[in-house]
């Protein structure tokens, strides 16, 4: 089977919130199970997407913004990312190394809102929405003067209830966020659901 661009939490590299997850389940807290995706370098090589959206965006940024046209060079790169494509046999191997696992939560480290995908193959949907959403007008002027970000990491997180269960939202967990804060020797928030850790916060951000 090909590599499926899931990193396992305990194998990825990663600062903020990846290294906070990490440190949690390397500590025997309860951290839903996790992968960080690392496809987004050959997805966007392969469609040729630096190319295509640096000449999206030509002429937009000068002595001024020019508002207009980057409205309309966003919504257009957000729909190249859309409608590019995975290797197939990339995709393949993440649909099968989800089977079974789901529903999911995708989100980008150190982000609160998050995409729900009930099955593997809505979740290879939703990867896509999120690496689209790097081109969003708030994104791209909070990120200038560079354009095109050279990774786009993305938590894919498995909650492990039946599909026909109802998904709760992520709560602050007072005792776990202190018995973390105190394992850790630095204060955090830690977010659970049905006593799964699926996001946690620093007060040093990510």
Do not use: C
């Not at 996790?34 to 630096?50: D, H, I, M, Q, Y």
């Not at 994104?139 to 003067?145: G, N, Q, S, Y």
Request: aromatic share 6%.
């Amino acid at each position: 089977m090909a590599n499926p661009g899931l990193i396992p939490l305990a194998q990825a590299e990663g600062q903020g919130e990846v290294s906070l997850l990490k440190r949690a389940q390397s500590l025997g807290f309860p951290v839903a199970e996790s992968w960080v995706v690392g496809l987004w370098e050959e997805f966007a090589r392969l469609n040729n997407l630096p190319e295509r959206i640096e000449r999206l965006f030509q002429g937009v940024f000068g002595v001024r913004i020019d508002e207009e046209r980057l409205l309309l060079a966003a919504e257009e790169a957000e729909r190249a990312v859309r409608e590019s494509y995975l290797l197939p046999e990339r995709a393949e191997a993440f649909l099968e190394t989800l089977k079974g696992k789901g529903p999911f939560l995708l989100r980008q480290p150190g982000e609160g809102t998050h995409h729900l995908a009930q099955t593997p193959k809505e979740a290879l949907f939703a990867l896509k929405r999120l690496w689209a959403e790097v081109f969003r007008v708030e994104a791209i002027l909070e990120r200038h003067p560079l354009l095109f970000p050279p990774s786009v990491p993305v938590l894919v997180q498995a909650l492990g209830i039946p599909e026909e269960d109802t998904v709760p939202e992520a709560q602050e967990d007072p005792l776990l966020s202190l018995d973390l804060s105190e394992a850790l020797g630095e204060r955090v928030v830690v977010f659970a659901s049905r006593g799964l850790v699926l996001r946690i916060e620093s007060q040093h951000g990510g």
